[in-house]
C-alpha cells in the first residue's frame, strides 16, 4: 500500500473542488491508503468524499487560509491576524512592479506557515491540490511531491521568482489540460522535465444520476431558448461579458432567450448591477448556489461558458456528458476543451461574438442536434487518467 496525502482548501463549490471529488471517488484504495487533508471542513461537496478515504482533522490554524482577518484576531490567533495585514499591505504596494491580487495570496502563505505545525505522518506520496503550494512543501513529509495546475498561468501575475523557487521543490508538476501546461511552460521552461498533463476526472455515472435528482422546479419555459453558465462570478469567468452579449441579442429583438446562471462570488453585485442598468431582470437570471446543478444542466437548450481564460472547464465537460450543445469563448485553452464544429462551438471572446453565434444557434437548431448527438454517442469517461498519476507514485 502506497501512503498518500492530498491537500486542497475546502470543498465548496467550484470546479476545482468537483474535480478533487471525482478524483477521489475513482481513486484505487486496494493499492493506495489516502489521506485527505482540507485546511478548511466546509462546503456541501464534503458529502461526496468517499468512504475509503481518511478526511484528517480541522487544524485551527491551518483553517484561517480562507477566513477575514477580524474573525481571526477575534478567535485567538492575533499573530496570524497580524501577518494577515502584513500580506495585504505589502501585496498592494506589488501592483506597481505589475504584481496581480495572486501576489497577495503568496504573501500570505510566506508570512503565516511559520506558525503551522508540520503534519506528524511520514507519506510516500503528498499532492497540493490548488495553489499556492507551500504547505506540502514545508509542512508535509513525503518521498515524492506533486503539485496541481488548474488555470492558464499565462492570466496571472504573482511573483514569478517566488512562485519559481515554490515549484522547482516539487518533484512533479500536473496540468489539467495540454494548452494549460504550454500556458505555464512559456513563463517556466526550465519546468519541463517535471511536467504531466492528467485531465480532470469525468464520472459520467455519477453526473447522468445527479440529473435526475430534481429537488426543485426547473423555471426553463419550453417557448423559451434557455441558455445555462455555472460558475463562481469572477473575471475569469467572464459572467459580465454574458450579460453584455444578452444585451445585443435583446437589442436585435430576442425577447425569448433567457439565460440562467448556477453561481456564486465576490462579482455578483457588479453582475446584478449590470442586469439592473441593462433591463435585463427578466432575461438574465441568477439561480444562485447550488451543490447539484446538472438537474438544470440536463434540461437547458445550450450551455454557455462566457470565460476570459481556463485551465480545463470541469462544467464544459459535464455539460458534454449529459448530451447537451455547448458554446464557449476562444480562451487560451479552448481548443483542448472543445473541437469546434464537432462536439461544441467556440466562438470569439467578446459579448459580440457571443451574441453572434447565439443568434446563428437560435436560428439553426440543426446545428444543436448535431452537437447533442455527438456528445450522446461519445464515451467521455476517463478514470484511466488515473494510472498516469500512479505512475508517479
Not at 511552460?185 to 517535471?194: D, E, M, R, V
Not at 437589442?251 to 462570488?265: P, S, T
Not at 480562451?331 to 471572446?349: C, E, F, H, N, R
Request: aromatic content about 12%; glycine content about 6%; charged content about 30%.
Amino acid at each position: 500500500m502506497k501512503s498518500v496525502l492530498i491537500a486542497s482548501y475546502d470543498m465548496e463549490i467550484g470546479g476545482v473542488e468537483r474535480s478533487l471529488a471525482s478524483m477521489l471517488n475513482n481513486f484505487d484504495y486496494k493499492k493506495h491508503d489516502v489521506d485527505l487533508l482540507l485546511y478548511n471542513h466546509t462546503g456541501p461537496f464534503l458529502q461526496y468524499i468517499p468512504a475509503g478515504v481518511n478526511l484528517l482533522p480541522q487544524n485551527k490554524s491551518y483553517s484561517t487560509i480562507r477566513k477575514g482577518i477580524g474573525t481571526i484576531a477575534r478567535s485567538g490567533m492575533p499573530h496570524l491576524a497580524f501577518e494577515r495585514v502584513r500580506a495585504k499591505f505589502v501585496g498592494k504596494s506589488g501592483i506597481k512592479k505589475g504584481f496581480d491580487d495572486t501576489y497577495q495570496m503568496q504573501l500570505m502563505w510566506r508570512y503565516c506557515k511559520k506558525y503551522f505545525r508540520k503534519v506528524d505522518k511520514k507519506y510516500d506520496v503528498a499532492i497540493s491540490y490548488l495553489w499556492p503550494h507551500d504547505f506540502v512543501l514545508d509542512k508535509v513529509n513525503a518521498k515524492v511531491k506533486i503539485a496541481w495546475i488548474h488555470t492558464d498561468y499565462s492570466k496571472i501575475n504573482p511573483d514569478r521568482e517566488l512562485d519559481l523557487k515554490t515549484w522547482e521543490r516539487y518533484d512533479y508538476i500536473i496540468a489539467v489540460s495540454e494548452d494549460c501546461l504550454d500556458s505555464f511552460l512559456k513563463i517556466y521552461p526550465t519546468l519541463a522535465s517535471k511536467c504531466r498533463v492528467i485531465e480532470n476526472i469525468t464520472s459520467p455515472k455519477f453526473i447522468k444520476e445527479m440529473s435526475d435528482k430534481v429537488s426543485e422546479r426547473i423555471p426553463f419555459d419550453s417557448e423559451n431558448f434557455n441558455l445555462l453558465s455555472v460558475a463562481r462570478f469572477s473575471y475569469a469567468k467572464g459572467i459580465d461579458i454574458a450579460v453584455e452579449a444578452l444585451r445585443i441579442l435583446k437589442k436585435r429583438g430576442y425577447q425569448d432567450i433567457k439565460w440562467y446562471v448556477v453561481g456564486y462570488g465576490g462579482d455578483e453585485d457588479e453582475i446584478k448591477r449590470l442586469i439592473e442598468a441593462y433591463s435585463l431582470r427578466n432575461n438574465f437570471i441568477l439561480l444562485g448556489k447550488r451543490e447539484n446543478p446538472y438537474p438544470f444542466m440536463k434540461r437547458c437548450d445550450l450551455y454557455v461558458q462566457p470565460s476570459r481564460y481556463e485551465g480545463k472547464a470541469v462544467t464544459v465537460s459535464e455539460a458534454q456528458i449529459l448530451g447537451k450543445p455547448v458554446l464557449i469563448t476562444n480562451y487560451p485553452t479552448a481548443s483542448s476543451q472543445v473541437k469546434d464544429g464537432v462536439d461544441g462551438i467556440i466562438t470569439d471572446l467578446s459579448p459580440e461574438g457571443l451574441a453572434d453565434k447565439i443568434e446563428t444557434l437560435y436560428k439553426d437548431r440543426d446545428i444543436l442536434k448535431r452537437l447533442e448527438n455527438h456528445c450522446s454517442k461519445t464515451d467521455f469517461s476517463n478514470e484511466k487518467e488515473l494510472e498516469r498519476l500512479y505512475e508517479l507514485f
